[in-house]
């Protein structure tokens, strides 16, 4: 029901910033909670935050005062914008989306590399 296409990765020094975006297409999928996940080298894929059609954003607590999301309907989009970048955040970055009363439902982007070196 709904497609999924992240950009706006790429190398960046730590201390900087970047922007990434996952634009969204589908019949329903302007209804769908959109959500960031990320996954590092050995690690397990981690959530990064969500938003709803509504706009109620949420930030993974640790994350919260560097990362933002965003949303826009009209454009199908949603974006996460990350400050103060250090290299604990390299990790290939996914967008993901789901229906309301499907947790477990998720529809998900190829995902978009994000690097920083010190």
């Known amino acids: 029901q709904v497609q999924l296409a992240e950009s706006g990765g790429g190398s960046v020094q730590s201390g900087g910033s970047l922007t990434l975006s996952c634009s969204f297409s589908g019949s329903t999928a302007d209804t769908f909670i959109v959500a960031w996940f990320r996954q590092a080298p050995g690690q397990e894929r981690e959530e990064v935050a969500h938003v709803t059609e509504n706009l109620n954003a949420y930030v993974e607590y640790p994350l919260r005062a560097r990362f933002t999301i965003s949303r826009d309907n009209a454009k199908r989009t949603v974006w996460l914008r990350m400050n103060a970048l250090n290299t604990k955040d390299s990790a290939i970055y996914y967008c993901?989306?789901?229906?309301?009363?499907?947790?477990?439902?998720?529809?998900w982007g190829q995902g978009t590399q994000v690097t920083v070196s010190s």
């Open positions: 993901a989306a789901r229906a309301w009363g499907k947790v477990d439902s998720y529809y």
